[in-house]
């Protein structure tokens, strides 16, 4: 991957950055041609608006964007995305920014810059940002993001659980950690449940475990990573399997996170599992009506291969709990019912601990990763409860259908758990998120470790 970035020593021309309230003053300091200029051409500093502004020879020699009223900024999450519409060479930002607002900046025109370039030539941005002093942060923020995104946009068929381990192997390597896998007997028999939905593809299922870190509180973090969704032989609509490729977004989304802990070196223990699986058709496909026995000992009637997210993270979920972390995080593209409830933007995420809620909260809107809690409502704890086994992994009647799943993952957890259901795709580009796969959640649990581990 390729940041947008700049050499350090890269003669670059100003991006300067104006709000509405800022505009008249700033408009008064410039010279009368670009004064005129920017009146003629009607530029009100609305949020995310830029001008280009030629020089002697009639090329463009810096550019203007505007930052919007305090109002705008409050609504529209990066706002300043110019990246891909400025013209190719090296910028800088020039204007009087608080801190986050700069970082802001920064960080949308990195992610603005993501292009997914594997299959397609000439997909690279032109325009590169000199990056401010002590922004050396959110370049590795954006270069999580852009794992994520990368592991997202691939093809099934170029992102099955070999080539996901291959991806975990390396990041490992790069940083130090040890990564253990599990597959074959040993999977079916320590993670049945994992194996069972695997099994009726020609692709082998494994669990990836890898560990980073020897000193500090212990972070662990659980990624789906179902590489291919075809529901199994409950097996879903073609329109529906479009997007089928990224059902491996948590473990996109966890390893994002996991290769920016690991950069920044923070003073924690890092634990990640990904069961990587395909979720196949075929004779040896797991059936409507199976009884599954989890890892941790509790039965699970199938009552819909579709549901196969749940059964995996569960099993991955009971290893999780067999040590004490200071925190386990999942994630995963899990329910349409959340999808539904909260759209492509909205995060919902469930936990029983209100003050980490509180600083997730908090940390999403800061960062501009919005977040929403959902209940985990114990009331709704028999919907689960089939009458010949201890868990049903599909409940009937299309209620609740994100809770009824965030209990289910609940039963297999201990201590403190914070569960995410995201949709890891953009339907259409938006400031900072071009269309295609996307992170959510990754840079509101960075933001929030301090308060969440207390480090």
């Not at 074959?184 to 475990?209: C, K, N, W, Y």
């Not at 490729?245 to 948590?250: H, I, T």
């Not at 959340?338 to 809107?365: E, H, I, K, Y």
Request: proline share 6%; glycine share 12%; with cysteine.
């Amino acid at each position: 991957m390729t940041l947008a970035i700049s050499a350090p020593d890269a003669t670059s021309r100003p991006l300067h950055i104006v709000s509405a309230e800022a505009l008249e003053g700033w408009l008064a300091q410039q010279t009368a041609p670009v004064s005129a200029w920017l009146r003629g051409s009607g530029f009100a500093a609305a949020l995310g608006d830029l001008r280009l502004l030629p020089g002697i020879d009639g090329a463009p020699a810096a550019a203007v964007i505007g930052h919007g009223t305090a109002a705008t900024r409050r609504r529209v999450r990066f706002g300043l995305a110019p990246a891909a519409r400025l013209p190719e060479g090296d910028w800088h930002l020039e204007g009087a920014m608080s801190d986050a607002d700069r970082d802001e900046a920064v960080l949308a025109f990195l992610l603005g810059g993501y292009r997914f370039g594997r299959y397609r030539k000439g997909t690279t941005m032109g325009a590169r940002l000199k990056l401010p002093d002590g922004c050396e942060r959110l370049v590795h923020i954006a270069k999580g993001e852009w794992l994520t995104r990368d592991l997202i946009n691939t093809p099934a068929a170029d992102m099955g659980p070999e080539e996901l381990e291959g991806v975990v192997a390396a990041l490992a390597s790069r940083h130090g950690a040890q990564l253990e896998v599990t597959k074959g007997e040993a999977l079916e028999t320590g993670f049945p449940m994992i194996h069972a939905v695997g099994q009726g593809s020609h692709r082998a299922p494994r669990l990836l475990d890898m560990r980073w870190g020897t000193g500090g509180p212990q972070l662990t973090l659980v990624g789906k990573g179902v590489c291919f969704d075809t529901g199994g032989l409950d097996i879903k609509p073609a329109a529906s399997m479009l997007l089928m490729k990224k059902d491996m977004g948590g473990a996109a989304a966890v390893l994002g996170l996991a290769q920016t802990i690991m950069a920044l070196d923070l003073p924690i223990r890092l634990r990640v599992l990904i069961p990587a699986v395909e979720n196949a058709v075929s004779e040896r496909a797991m059936r409507p009506g199976d009884i599954l026995t989890s890892r941790k000992g509790l039965t699970v009637e199938v009552n819909n291969t579709d549901a196969e997210g749940r059964l995996v993270l569960a099993d991955a979920l009971a290893l999780a709990a067999e040590e004490e972390a200071d925190l386990t995080i999942s994630m995963a593209t899990l329910t349409g019912a959340a999808r539904v409830a909260m759209g492509p933007d909205l995060a919902p995420f469930f936990t029983d601990d209100d003050a980490a809620a509180a600083a997730l909260q908090q940390a999403g809107t800061q960062v501009r990763d919005p977040l929403w809690r959902l209940p985990f409502w114990d009331p709704y704890e028999t919907m689960i409860e089939p009458a010949i086994a201890d868990l049903d992994n599909a409940p009937g009647g299309g209620m609740a259908g994100a809770i009824t799943a965030a209990l289910f993952l609940r039963r297999f957890t201990k201590g403190r758990y914070v569960h995410f259901d995201i949709y890891g795709h953009q339907p259409s580009d938006a400031p900072a998120r071009p269309k295609g796969g996307v992170g959510q959640g990754a840079r509101a649990i960075l933001a929030a470790l301090p308060d969440l581990l207390r480090v």
